[in-house]
């Protein structure tokens, strides 16, 4: 049993437990593809690295500059969407792993390997720290040519200098690439005063950002983040349809609307922020939540007035207000005017909608 896993049983153990039934979401298979096709529209390219528990490596390379994501997730085993109950046996063969989008105008991968050798000991097999298994091994899963000859240059160079054990640290092509469970993603962030973040990720969190003071991200590059969340986000059907389930579908795309008292925000009285579930964006607060008697999560203002978009319907013989999200479309139900004060408003929304993250202690 790794140190994590203790934490994770002790602090966290309700959450744990009710995530791990859940499927991973998506999987990105990857095969090797020539250099230029990596360089996408935006330009970005992809490094997927494991250096023992992906909170950490995800934690360090979200702050550096260049870095435009980080998604937590598995690689590297024997069977098809793993979940993280079934990768913490190590039975499986994947890797925890940090999949990052990053742009090579602003950091090459040399520099993203300097990181990654200098944040993990690339020197223990199967191990890092407490934290031992094949799902914690270091490895680099290079998606060209380029990354392999970089990655296998840097392994004999940068790492050899830095350490004084022999490397042991994989380089392999990357396979199927599983994003992990939601509570996964954002860990440190969402998550700084949980055992392990505190006595395990700190104290190398602060050896990083003074080790690399120079390639982190300004408050300038995180303005520029939060604005590019908040830009308009368009799929076609087929995407939509792809990760959205039957009835979210139906409400969000098709601007359907579920049965009253049968989706499972209505009588949700938890303290927490109601997002877009085909986005993600923030829409509404628990603070602004009210009881309606509708059957249907009632709210009487959004979060921010910028993040829903209202039009006038007049379906069914009634002259209401559609309420979508602002940044994807979805469909997320309707306002009228009789709501409670300051706003008079009654947001009337969707559960299938929303996504509900309940607020941390
Ligand atoms: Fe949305």
Known sequence: MTIRYVFLLLGFSSIFFSSCAQKSTSSIPSTIKKDKEMIQKEGLETATLGAGCFWCVEAVFQELKGVHSVVSG????????PNYKQITTGLTGHAEVAQLKF?????????????????????????????VGTQYRSAIFYETEKQKVIAEKSKKEVATELWNDPIVTEITALG???????????????NPNQGYCRAV?????????????????????????????????????????AQLDEMQY????????????????????????????GCKLPL????????????????????????VESEKDTSYGMVRSEVHCA????????VFDDGPKPTGLRYCINSVSLDFEEEKP
């Not at 742009?103 to 934290?131: A, C, M």
């Open 74 to 81: 598995y690689t590297g085993g024997d069977i098809d969407f």
């Open 103 to 131: 742009d090579p105008k602003i950091i090459s991968f040399e520099e993203i390997l300097e990181v990654f050798w200098s944040t993990h000991d690339p020197t223990t097999l199967n191990r890092q720290g407490y934290d």
């Open 176 to 190: 199927d690439f599983y994003k992990a469970e939601d509570y996964h993603q954002n860990y440190y962030t969402n």
């Open 201 to 241: 990720i700190n104290p190398k969190m602060e050896k990083f950002r003074k080790r690399f003071k120079d390639k982190l991200k300004t408050e300038e590059d995180y303005n520029i983040e939060e604005q590019k969340k908040n830009e308009k986000i368009y799929k076609t059907d087929a995407e939509w349809k």
């Open 250 to 277: 139906y409400v969000l795309r098709e601007q359907g609307t579920e049965r009253a008292f049968t989706g499972k925000y209505w009588d949700n009285k938890k303290e927490g922020t109601y997002n877009c579930a």
């Open 284 to 307: 509404f607060s628990s603070k602004t939540k009210f009881k309606s008697g509708t059957g249907w999560p009632s709210f009487y203002e959004p979060l921010e007035a910028k993040n």
């Open 327 to 334: 940044r994807c479309g979805g469909h997320l139900g309707h």
